[in-house]
């Protein structure tokens, strides 16, 4: 198949090319480069502050190098820098000139915010903690953004137009699900990861290697403030025992390398589930406390491997967790080697590559 993915977050596109292209595939990815992280892509759509005319001259001329394609899956309704009004038309012309259009369900969107804030089927989620709704600038900015405005028009749209909405996280899959005209065009569809060539799934003793990464304005949105509190107190009460490795706005390749020789990692307080950065992690050998509830393992079918330290939404959870870690060295490399084989068995890129070819084939 020829196909084309438009968009990028956390290096999900650029790792799923590669895995379709092992399968013979002719892929081109179109996007951004998920702004300062700077993923590879073949076309590329960065737009400049300021360039805004820039910008529009360059996409009208990538947009014959977007026609013809068997499959075209956008990473979100909101797929280029550009207002969802501007949005619209472009989308039509995507779908007008190329056979299948497929939208991910693969983070921040109209469905998720308003089926969080109002329905709140998850325990927590990015907007809700139980039945309450969070109140914290970053939510409310994000809820005003999305719900009753140009973008849930186009998110709308292009749900019920396109022909199928892959879910790469089961709370994705999981808030989808409550909208019953969207269930038949959903399948569940896990991260790609590219084994690194090494890994460690040993533990030598001395302090423990804790790494946190800091998304830019997206801090208290994603818990890391939290979490962060909690890897600081444990470091003065621990200060020979836990080694704090920070991270903060950096592109993707120093990332990796302040990632490479940690031991755990704090990530997605509010999260069901390891993201692209925590299965990155994971397939290192380092251990990832944050999300890995019973629904996460349901979802594959794993019944044996628990890699994930789960933590609840809160200071003291992680607290109480990480410390746990901290005085127990004796599990870190069990806990290692089984998050190894849990992105092995569950996430390997061509894997999950054949699962998309399935889904864009089955439709």
């Not at 709308?156 to 269930?183: F, K, N």
């Amino acid at each position: 198949m020829k196909i084309l993915l438009i968009g990028e977050y956390s290096n999900v596109h650029n790792t799923l090319a590669k895995g379709l292209r092992e399968l013979g595939h002719q892929v081109t990815v179109a996007s951004d480069g998920d702004s300062w992280k700077n993923y590879p892509r073949d076309i590329d759509l960065v737009r400049k502050p300021g360039r805004r005319l820039s910008f529009l001259w360059r996409l009208l001329k990538a947009l014959p190098r977007m026609r013809g394609y068997d499959v075209v899956q956008l990473i979100n309704p909101m797929f280029l820098e550009l207002k969802a009004q501007r949005i619209k038309p472009i989308y039509k012309y995507l779908r007008r000139h190329n056979k299948k259009i497929f939208m991910g369900a693969y983070g921040m969107d109209y469905y998720w915010a308003y089926v969080n804030s109002q329905i709140r089927p998850l325990r927590y989620s990015d907007f809700n903690i139980g039945q309450s709704v969070r109140t914290d600038i970053e939510a409310k900015r994000y809820l005003d953004d999305w719900i009753n405005t140009p973008k849930q028009d186009l998110n709308t749209y292009i749900a019920h137009d396109c022909d199928g909405i892959p879910a790469c996280l089961y709370e994705y899959w999981a808030t989808y699900d409550q909208v019953p005209e969207l269930r038949d065009k959903m399948r569940f569809i896990p991260l790609p990861i590219v084994m690194p060539d090494i890994y460690h799934t040993n533990f030598y003793g001395g302090p423990l290697k804790l790494f946190v990464g800091i998304s830019k304005n997206r801090s208290a949105y994603k818990g890391t403030d939290i979490m962060l509190r909690a890897a600081q107190a444990l470091k003065e009460k621990y200060p020979e025992l836990l080694e704090l490795r920070i991270a903060e706005g950096v592109p993707f390749d120093e990332y990796k390398r302040l990632m490479d020789g940690s031991d755990a990692i704090l990530d997605q307080l509010y999260s069901y589930t390891p993201s692209m950065n925590s299965l990155l992690a994971m397939s290192k050998g380092i251990i990832v406390i944050g999300g890995g509830e019973p629904e996460n393992y349901d979802i594959i079918h794993e019944k044996e491997l628990r890699p994930i330290i789960n933590v609840e939404p809160n200071e003291e959870s992680v607290y109480k967790e990480l410390e746990q870690l901290i005085l127990h060295p004796e599990r870190i490399p069990e806990l290692k080697r089984q998050s190894v084989q849990y992105i092995k068995r569950h996430h390997d890129y061509v894997k999950v590559a054949k699962q998309y070819q399935d889904f864009y084939s089955g439709l």
